[in-house]
């Protein structure tokens, strides 16, 4: 597997004190084999390592798309953002919304934090065939595997319109060195502590050039 990721990293004008991830159980730190959010070892805490500004884990345990457009203002935009890391997918499917809506829901989210200087990173959670892993692992049998494709095609068409919005730049592959690797999982769909400490290396390599040239790496 390979890790891709689009858009650019030009120097911004200098904006925002923080760098805010929302999200849900990925984000959170959710470890399946010990049923607990183990947020001193999630993804934001590890790229807090990496990075000279403040890193805010504003992530929420099962959460979903619809549930997180109402809280931007007080768990994003109130920590002054200068970037911002969205992650959302895997509870809108296990509570059966509709792509259409998930969609909606990401574009309303990215509305309400652009403000035309924020960098915005959206994480594509899943690859095609961790897609459907994590497909036939929700549905438990009770799906077959060319209802789940349709479903990640679905996704894939999402994630590719919501990538062409401005200042906002798409990480894909987040699970590289991590999934199929069982040092690093914990359960069948979740990382372990060592899997988010990859994690945050997949997605800060995918921020490197922009944190790179506006001076946000810690040396």
């Known amino acids: 597997m390979l890790l891709f990721f689009t858009g650019c990293g030009e120097e911004d004008a200098k904006t925002g004190t923080s760098i805010v991830c929302i999200g849900d159980d990925y984000t959170v730190g959710f470890d399946q084999q010990f049923n607990m959010m183990l947020k001193n070892y999630s993804y934001p805490a590890y790229l807090a390592e990496k990075v000279n500004i403040p890193v805010v884990n504003a992530g929420a345990e099962n959460e979903t798309?619809?549930?997180a457009v109402s809280r931007i203002s007080n768990d994003v935009l109130s920590?002054?953002?200068r970037i911002v890391i969205i992650m959302y997918g895997l509870n809108d499917i296990k509570s059966q919304i509709f792509t259409t809506t998930t969609e909606e829901n990401l574009r309303e989210i990215i509305k309400k934090i652009d403000n035309g200087k924020r960098k915005i990173y959206l994480v594509k959670y899943y690859t095609d065939e961790?897609?459907?892993a994590i497909g036939k692992e929700l549905?438990?049998?009770f799906i077959d595997d060319a209802y789940i494709q349709v479903l990640i095609s679905l996704n894939n068409d999402m994630f590719v319109s919501l990538s062409s919005l401005k200042n906002v730049?798409?990480?894909e592959n987040i699970w590289e060195g991590i999934w199929g690797v069982p040092a690093n999982m914990s359960g069948n769909m979740y990382p372990n502590r060592d899997g988010y400490k990859i994690m945050a290396d997949n997605i800060?390599?995918?921020m490197e050039s922009y944190l790179k040239s506006n001076n946000l790496i810690k040396k």
């Open 79 to 81: 920590k002054d953002p």
């Open 139 to 141: 549905a438990g049998g």
């Open 130 to 132: 961790i897609g459907l």
């Open 204 to 206: 800060f390599k995918a």
């Open 169 to 171: 730049t798409l990480i």
């Open 65 to 67: 798309s619809t549930q």
